[in-house]
């Protein structure tokens, strides 16, 4: 993704720690269920990751990476 080739290096480490997780645990203890949309989001730190999750095909499709103020508009 491109979101997450402009973070800083620590920043970076931290989501692909997360994202990496969510193979293990799609809905980890902090996660919420977006409301009107089928998608779900992480807080890592200031940022967010939103993805979605296919039970069926047991598959995280991750959909945004962005800062809290702009991930959702």
């Given at each position: 993704?491109?979101?997450?080739?402009?973070?800083d290096?620590?920043?970076?480490r931290?989501i692909?720690?997360?994202?990496?997780a969510?193979?293990?645990?799609?809905?980890?203890?902090g996660?919420?269920?977006?409301?009107?949309?089928?998608?779900?989001?992480?807080?890592?730190?200031?940022?967010?990751?939103?993805?979605?999750?296919?039970?069926?095909?047991?598959?995280?499709?991750?959909?945004?990476?962005?800062?809290?103020?702009?991930?959702?508009?």
């Amino acid at each position: 993704m491109k979101q997450i080739g402009k973070l800083d290096g620590q920043v970076r480490r931290r989501i692909d720690t997360a994202i990496l997780a969510l193979g293990d645990n799609p809905r980890p203890p902090g996660s919420k269920k977006l409301v009107n949309v089928e998608a779900w989001r992480i807080r890592v730190g200031d940022w967010r990751v939103i993805y979605q999750i296919n039970d069926k095909q047991l598959l995280v499709l991750v959909v945004r990476i962005g800062h809290r103020r702009d991930v959702y508009e």
